[in-house]
């Protein structure tokens, strides 16, 4: 069984910077890839972005150009740069992981991460 651990979420003032970082725990398992979603009050869960081990990104639009994902797959581990914030970045941050564990693809998901800009 995979557990993610995720920390660096907070309350920051408009233009500045966070950083969420997100772990994964236990045994018998090679991580494929992990990401970042967040999902605000009354909004649906949207990504934001994601890495994959071979180290090939992907993210919203929304957050082209501020936020940078970078991942150690040594540590099962995953990071998030997020500079320039907007109010419009609040939201609660998932850290997601896909794996590979018993002969299957699996994917899990962390608890979640306060994110608060305010404006």
């Known amino acids: 069984q995979v557990q993610l651990v995720e920390s660096g979420g907070g309350l920051v003032q408009a233009g500045g910077s966070l950083r969420l970082s997100c772990e994964a725990s236990?045994?018998?398992?090679?991580?494929?890839?992990m990401g970042w979603y967040r999902q605000a009050p009354g909004k649906l869960r949207e990504l934001v972005a994601v890495?994959?081990?071979?180290?090939?990104?992907n993210y919203a639009d929304s957050v082209k150009g501020r936020f940078t994902i970078s991942g150690d797959f040594a540590k099962n581990t995953v990071y998030l740069q997020m500079n320039s914030l907007k109010p419009e970045d609040t939201a609660v941050y998932y850290c997601?992981?896909?794996?590979?564990?018993?002969?299957?693809?699996?994917?899990?998901w962390g608890q979640g991460t306060q994110v608060t800009v305010s404006s």
């Open positions: 997601n992981a896909n794996y590979r564990a018993s002969w299957a693809i699996r994917d899990h």
């Open positions: 236990g045994s018998g398992f090679s991580i494929n890839g």
């Open positions: 890495i994959i081990r071979a180290g090939n990104t």
